[in-house]
């Protein structure tokens, strides 16, 4: 029986402590606040929401470039008479920086055009008067042959003169050895064409004598080698026409065409033009691009016309460097990115501002804005409460400080903020690290040092 009334006791106790806990409680909701465990109303710290901007963007590496460049190449090793600049200098369109000795060229011209001649002469003598006998036509031909293999034969010394000079050169190592197999080249071919010269001042001779005995003569045969010399003639003219664009190039070879720097360029008077590396090369110092990989990930975001900022290690962190995306590559590729391989898409970017703090070769970091809005509604992720149904929400704190959970649509996002498009409106008070407690309606006290001034 004792053990009864002790515990009816304890039960009108516990009745007792919860029914004054519910008076206290009571007591909170007729002054507008709710509380726990009877404590004073929570306290939370808040933020005003202000309009400001807000921008997204991708950082990447990239490496500075020039956009525009003219290499100077050769294809003949023709001898630089005069040389004007040198590397570092600063160099105009219309400058010139060497002059190249082109007489070998003009020799070469000399000779086709005295082919050309000798070729119409052919022609004459093949379109003259059928009534022309056999023997008088082989005549002519024999005496063209024997001018064409006296041609061969100076054409044979002076190829000899010039590998002997060439020998020299090579021997000095001032040509390379390509060049040099190039004269050998020239001398093996010229003999040859004196070989068939003479082989063919031999058939033409021969022939006048057989045919001072037998007068034959062949229609049908002329009309072929009249074809045959005019197809001669028009080859003949083409090679002439190439020749003299090419000594006019040559001619006009050491003229910059942009204006910039002569970033190589290491020749001097005497030399041969290389045909295997540019002779010179001169940049454009007003126009620096940046080329830079981006990973496929992050591409998606990227548009022509973006606008990029620029730092480095050698430019002044008070000097400001823009430009804009110019130019993304139609395809990937294998590139390393952050010391590890992966796909990724070429981008270029064109310097617009602070061009003259950029040099080529320079390592930038380019920040790519990928996403921009000037008057926007920012709020820290730190203000971001529990998420309902996949949504975000915050607790605003009304005029009445009285918790409204809001769930409210993002924008654009940054590393640390994020743009509000609905939920919330400037000048509003959100809760910034909410805690688990807090409740929809619950009545705060706000931590007044943590409010903007003007709020």
Sequence with gaps: MKKVFIAIGIMIALVAIIGINMWRQSMNDSEGGISFGGGKAQEVTVETVEVEEI???????????????????ANEALEITNVYKEKGDTVKSGDILFDVDVTELEDQLAKLKLNQEREYLQLSRLSSDRNVTGAESAKISSELSRLNYEAAVNEVKKQEEELAKHQELFS?????????????????????????AKLSLEQSQASVQ??????ANS???????????????????IDIKNLEESIEEYRTLGQVTIDGIVAEMDIKEG?????????????????????AFIREYDIRDIEIGQEVILTGDAIDDSVQVKGVVDYISPIASKAVINGRESTSILVEMRVQEGVEQVKPGYTLECEITTLKNDQAIVISYEMFGREKEGQKTVFVV???????????EVGITSDFDAEIITGISENERVVVNPSLMLKDGMKVTVNEQTVKEGN
């Design 55 to 73: 921008t997204s963007s991708v950082t990447v590496t990239g490496v500075a470039k020039e956009s525009l460049k003219q290499e100077i190449r």
């Design 172 to 196: 000095a190592g001032i040509i390379s050895e390509v060049e040099f197999d190039s004269i050998k080249t020239s001398l093996e071919n010229a003999k040859k064409q004196m070989e068939n």
């Design 210 to 215: 057989e045919i001072q005995s037998t007068q």
């Design 219 to 237: 229609n049908q045969s002329k009309e072929f080698d009249i074809k045959a010399q005019r197809l001669a003639l028009e080859s003949t003219a």
């Design 271 to 291: 030399d041969f033009l290389s045909v295997q590396a540019p002779i010179a090369t001169i940049i454009s110092g007003e126009e620096i691009k940046v080329e």
């Design 398 to 408: 009304n005029e009445e400080n009285v918790l409204e959970e809001r769930v409210v």
